[in-house]
Every structure is written in structure tokens, then in C-alpha cells.
């Protein structure tokens, strides 16, 4: 239809001798009726371009779990407390999804070549800084600024994928390496972080960053073609300030209710304060000019319930590794390389079938196959739910397998539901509201399963240590975390060391698999949102956006 437009622009001024009028009519024609800038098909080759995105967004998704198996070394080295590693684990999460849908906006408004490129350069600064940080503070600080990076980078690669493949098919094989891609990495951050700490200083989880950024800023500028909305309003940064606002003040409260008691004003206020701002922001985009999530999207099933997949699955495995990670190296004693390894088999499942979802919808549909990949996911979370003292890795590893299959097939599938639900021209903003809801269920993942393991933990080790009548200086400093309390067992010795032990031993093993089977059962509820809400074929809208 394109060429057919071109043909008959170009046939109605033959007569013409201006070459420059000539060149202006070339160029319009190049220019879809969408008003988005077609990418040149002649000069780039999508699939080389694809492997090129997917370098970037790898060690973006790798950073969302990649501290995992650091975690006890920053409380030895930061002296880190729990709420203060799940801010460190937060801060970047929340950052990249709080600034997604303004980073979507913008790349449909400036160009989604450029969009990417700048968050390169963004994330790969912001990745030096927290390699050299040396204070819990300054670290959670340069965590914030790579999750700026982050939110430029992920949906920029999306709506470039979206607009560079024009056939169906093969826009749905994209799609499947692209959320392959980016489940990997969020599984292979333990491996990775655990690789680098064997032989490096815990900085180098974020140091190696920054080659990996250079490499694809120089491998894009040829390689990666640009497109954008010509007619995209300007970014809602209002909207953004308030989505941030919002969730930053809900997890504060989740993440601080275990240090300061689920009923302390400092705890509640900002709770509900958050609820508020996020209400404000629901109304702020229904009535904004230029909103930043375009409500009226989620009126379609087989949009506003991929979403909802995409985060319900990020919840369950970035709550599960969370824990899982520690539960390898303080509970079983493994070092972090090997804490790492032994959660390969999640990342191998979510590597394999990822590229095979694809089958999987065209042949069952799209309801099937996210329905039984959350029930996947469910009954993996439920298995290592059950975890004692005395478990073993052999018990669990059954758990990571069903965590990495039913991921596998979810994030694929739902992810292309998702880009197949909007317009063209918001492919941008439409990569950024996946991108937010699979971060935002990320972040709530760590905050809730965190906060509800460390809930119990305290309550039942400072329960056991006032049994035995030990010094509150060492029921205060045991129930910080368990690598604290392993470090005040260590240093009493004896009976009473023994105490202290056995009971953060069994505490935190409570505790994890009260988060867990929680999980669980919020993976259990996505899976019968998608029987009910999800359609089990997509119908691809092109359409201008809804109202």
C-alpha cells in the first residue's frame, strides 16, 4: 500500500522539474498515514537490528536481580540492614518504572533512536557510580539514576522492534526473543552477580555495565533504525512525578512496616498517602491533553489483562529470588557463584521456552498458554514454600524449573498481546506500560515477600531469644536480618550462640515461606484473571487510540 501511495505521489509530478520538490514529495511518501517515520527497510536488517536491542536490554533486565546474590555481602560490608538491601534492590526498580511511560512518551515524540541512545549513555554513568560507591545511601542513589537509564533504554527498544518488523509472524518471533531476552537476564542475574563476585569486588556487578554500554551505543548508531510519532503530543511529566510519588510512598510503607510496626503513623501516612497520590494520578490522565497512559487502552481485555499478567508473573520471580538467593547462601551455605549457578535451572527454562510461547499461542491461543504458565509459576512458588531447616537444594530445584517454565511462556505471550492491542504510532507508549507493569510487579514482589519474611522473622527469633533471656543489644542486632544474626552467633559462641543459630535459622526460614506462598497465591489469582479476562485470539487494533 506504501509503494502503491509512493507510485501515484510520485506519477502525478512527472511533469515537474524541480528536483527538490521532487525530493520533498519522495520524503512525505516515505511517511506512513499513521504519522509515524517508517524505518529503512533497504539499509538495515531487522533481525541484525534486533540482536542489537537485545544487547542493552539484557543487562538492563540482569539488573533488576543481579544484587540478589551480593545482598549478604553488602550487609557484612555496608553494614545493610533488610529494609535497607530491599531499597538498594527497590530504588532502581522503582526509578525504571516510575519514568517508563514519560521515557515512552518521548521516544514516540523525539525519536526512538535517540531515545535509546541517550539511555545508553545514561545507564552506563550511572553503572560507574554505583561501582564505586561506599555507603548504603550513595548506592541506593546510583541505583536510582541507572533505573533512568533503564526506562529510556527498555521501551525504546520495544517500539522499535514493533515498528521495524511488518509482517505478523515475524513481529511475533521479535517479540518472543525480545521478552526471552529479558526474562534471561532477570533470571541470569544471580549467575552472573555470583561469577563476578568469585573473583572480583562486589562493584563489578555494575561495572561491567559499562563496556557492554559502549559496545551497543557504537553497534547502533549504524545498525538500529529510528521512527517516530511526528504528531505525539509532549510528555505528561506531571503524570510522571505523581506515578512515582505514588509508588514510592506505597513501598516505603511496605518496605519499612517490618522495622517500624504495621500500625506506626510513619508507616500508615505514607501508605495512605500513596494510595491518594496514585488516585490523583488516575484522575490526573483522564482529564490531561497529552496523558502518559492512555486510559482508554485498558478497556480492551486483551490489553489491560496482558498487563496485569506481565506484572503478576515479575512478582512472583523477583519476590522468590529475592529470598531464594539468601536462603542458598545463609541457610545452605553456598558461596554467591554457587548461590548463582544453582538458579540456572530457572534461567535455562525461561531461555528455552520463551522462543517456544510463540507455538504455544498459535496453536492453543493466547488464554491458554498465559493461563498455564501462571499456573506454572504457582505451583513452582508452592513447592519451595514448604522448605525446612533441614531442605536440601535437590527439594527445591523443582521449584526454580516451574518458576522459569511458566515465566517462559508468559512474558512472551502477554508482551505481544500487549503491542498488538495499540496503534501503531503508541507502540511507545504501549512498550512502556509492559515495561511498567512488569517493573512495578517486580518491585512489589521484593517489598511485600521481603517485608513479609522479615516480618515473621523478627517476631519469631525475638520470641525464641526472650525465651532464653539474652541481652536485648543481641535481639536487637539479631533481628536486623540473618546475616546479623549468623554474625552475633558466630561472635557468642557456645549455648548461646547456638541459640541464636538454630533460631534465625528456622525464623527465616518461616518467614520465607510465608513471602512464598503468598506469592503463590497472588500467581494463582493471575492465573484466573487471565481465564476470564484474557481473549483467546488477538484481533491486532491499528486503530487511532481510544478516548
Known amino acids: 500500500m506504501a509503494a502503491g501511495w509512493r507510485h501515484e505521489i510520485v506519477g502525478g509530478v512527472q511533469g515537474a522539474s524541480s528536483t527538490s520538490q521532487r525530493a520533498r514529495l519522495r520524503g512525505r511518501a ?25 544487547l542493552p536490554l539484557l543487562i538492563v533486565s540482569l539488573d533488576n536481580t543481579v544484587l540478589n546474590v551480593v545482598l549478604p555481602t553488602l550487609e557484612r560490608r555496608l553494614n545493610a540492614s533488610t529494609s535497607e538491601l530491599q531499597w538498594i534492590v527497590d530504588a532502581y526498580v522503582l526509578v525504571f518504572a516510575g519514568l517508563l511511560l514519560v521515557a515512552g512518551s518521548l521516544a514516540d515524540r523525539v525519536g526512538r533512536k ?33 533505573g533512568i537509564g533503564a526506562a529510556l533504554i527498555m521501551p525504546s527498544t520495544l517500539s522499535i522492534i514493533t515498528n521495524t518488523f511488518q509482517d505478523e509472524g515475524e513481529r511475533q518471533r521479535a517479540l518472543g526473543l525480545w521478552a526471552g531476552t529479558s526474562g534471561a537476564g532477570i533470571a541470569l542475574g544471580p549467575i552472573v552477580g555470583g561469577l563476578l563476585l568469585a573473583h572480583f569486588w562486589w562493584g563489578s556487578v555494575f561495572l561491567i555495565n559499562v563496556p557492554i554500554a559502549v559496545i551497543a551505543l557504537a553497534l547502533a548508531l549504524p545498525l538500529v533504525p529510528d521512527s517516530r510519532n511526528e504528531h505525539a503530543l ?20 511496605i518496605i519499612e512496616a517490618p522495622v517500624r510496626g504495621w500500625s506506626s503513623i510513619l508507616v500508615i501516612a505514607p501508605g495512605a498517602a500513596g494510595i491518594v497520590a496514585l488516585a490523583t494520578f488516575v484522575l490526573w490522565e483522564r482529564r490531561s491533553s497529552h496523558p502518559m497512559l492512555v486510559l482508554g487502552f485498558f478497556r480492551r481485555r486483551s490489553f489491560s489483562a496482558a498487563v496485569s499478567s506481565v506484572g503478576l508473573v515479575t512478582f512472583g520471580l523477583f519476590g522468590a529470588l529475592f529470598v531464594l538467593t539468601q536462603f542458598l547462601q545463609l541457610q545452605l551455605g553456598y558461596t554467591p557463584l554457587q548461590a548463582g549457578l544453582r538458579t540456572l535451572p530457572a534461567a535455562a527454562a525461561i531461555a528455552v521456552m520463551a522462543p517456544l510461547s510463540t507455538i504455544f499461542v498459535r496453536r492453543l491461543g493466547i488464554k491458554a498458554t498465559v493461563v498455564a504458565g501462571m499456573l506454572l509459576i504457582a505451583a513452582g512458588l508452592y513447592d519451595t514454600s514448604g522448605a525446612t531447616v ?32 495499540v496503534p501503531a504510532v503508541h507502540t511507545g507508549v504501549g512498550s512502556a506500560t509492559n515495561g511498567t507493569f512488569l517493573q512495578v510487579g517486580g518491585a512489589f514482589g521484593v517489598a511485600i515477600v521481603g517485608s513479609l519474611m522479615s516480618t515473621r522473622y523478627a517476631h519469631r527469633l525475638g520470641g525464641v531469644l526472650a525465651v532464653h533471656h539474652l541481652p536485648t543489644t543481641v535481639a536487637h542486632a539479631s533481628t536486623e536480618s540473618f546475616a546479623a544474626a549468623l554474625a552475633v552467633a558466630g561472635r557468642l559462641g557456645g549455648p548461646a550462640g ?10 527465616f526460614v518461616s518467614g520465607m515461606d510465608l513471602g512464598l506462598l503468598v506469592a503463590a497465591l497472588v500467581a494463582t489469582a493471575g492465573a484466573a484473571l487471565a481465564l476470564v479476562a484474557l481473549p483467546s485470539r488477538l484481533r491486532p487494533s491499528r486503530s487511532p487510540a481510544p478516548s
Open 498 to 507: 547456638e541459640v541464636v543459630a538454630h533460631g534465625a535459622r528456622s525464623a
Open 234 to 253: 509532549a510528555p505528561d511529566v506531571a503524570g510522571s512525578l505523581l506515578s512515582i510519588v505514588a509508588m514510592g510512598l506505597v513501598v516505603w510503607a
Open 390 to 421: 533441614s531442605t536440601t537444594y535437590a527439594e527445591i530445584v523443582s521449584g526454580f524449573v516451574l518458576l522459569g517454565v511458566g515465566a517462559g511462556l508468559v512474558i512472551p505471550a502477554a508482551t505481544g498481546s500487549v503491542m498488538g492491542s
Open 114 to 146: 535517540r531515545t535509546f541512545l541517550a539511555g545508553l549513555v545514561v545507564f552506563g554513568a550511572g553503572s560507574s557510580w554505583a561501582s564505586a560507591s561506599g555507603s548504603v545511601e550513595m548506592l541506593i542513589a546510583a541505583r536510582a539514576s541507572m
Open 30 to 54: 516515505d511517511r506512513p498515514r499513521d504519522g509515524s517515520l517508517r524505518p529503512d527497510r533497504l539499509r538495515t536488517r531487522p533481525w541484525i537490528a534486533l540482536s542489537v536491542l537485545c
